[in-house]
């Protein structure tokens, strides 16, 4: 399995952006790069994804290197509601028909008011 | 999006029984995954539920222990066998609708004490 390697903590104040590292060097060619967040005593919730390119959407921007190897979650504007731990995973494929996923320690972010 | 019901929420077993854990989805989904959360670690895949057949376990669970049913796609049972303390963890049910590179969705837990 591809693996991915992040801080296990940041801090950040509200209102300003943040910018959450992971590296994954392993990562294959048809891998996905999947971020997810867990709030606590809550069940992990989808963020982003990407491939290739810089993606964005509502909550956030995924920023991902020329060669793969990392990427980086943006949240522009942090919220102390953003207090959460962030996992950045590789989708794994198994066989031609399903994935899973394999998550790793992830980041706790910590937003100070 | 999908809507993922999980029972029980929370129970708290007496070591050397069993427990069934519900999940039920809103719609029919393509992936059922079941985890186990240990407090404080990440989440950690336990099996694939498989409509009709058997379950794909990863490495260091079995069968026996976490024995797992999909009968149809919007369903699928996880059973902790044989509790002991070291079971006491939360479990999620997690789904996904898409083959490909679509997201996962995941429920809200049922936390599990063996006293």
């Known amino acids: 399995d591809a693996k991915t390697t992040q801080p296990n903590s940041m801090e950040s104040n509200e209102e300003e952006p943040v910018h959450l590292p992971c590296n994954h060097s392993t990562i294959s060619g048809t891998d996905y790069i999947h971020w997810y967040r867990q709030l606590p005593s809550q069940g992990p919730e989808y963020v982003i994804h990407g491939l290739t390119s810089n993606v964005n959407n509502r909550m956030a921007s995924l920023a991902i290197a020329e060669d793969r190897k990392s990427s980086t979650l943006i949240l522009h504007r942090a919220t102390l509601r953003d207090a959460a731990v962030y996992y950045c995973?590789?989708?794994?494929?198994?066989?031609?028909?399903?994935?899973?996923?394999?998550f790793g320690s992830g980041t706790r972010l910590l937003v100070r008011p | 999006s999908a809507v993922i019901s999980q029972k029980p929420s929370r129970d708290i077993c007496q070591r050397g029984t069993s427990l069934t854990i519900q999940c039920q989805v809103d719609s029919q989904v393509t992936m059922m995954f079941w985890y186990r959360q240990q407090p404080g670690q990440s989440l950690t895949l336990i099996a694939t539920a498989n409509q009709g057949s058997e379950a794909t376990y990863e490495s260091g669970f079995v069968i026996d222990k976490f024995p797992i049913s999909r009968p149809n796609l919007t369903f699928s049972t996880l059973t902790v066998s044989n509790m002991s303390p070291e079971d006491s963890s939360i479990y999620l049910c997690?789904?996904?609708?898409?083959?490909?590179?679509?997201?996962?969705?995941f429920g809200q837990g049922t936390r599990l004490t063996v006293v």
């Open positions: 997690s789904v996904a609708r898409d083959r490909g590179k679509g997201e996962a969705f």
């Open positions: 995973i590789l989708r794994d494929r198994v066989g031609d028909s399903s994935y899973k996923l394999i």
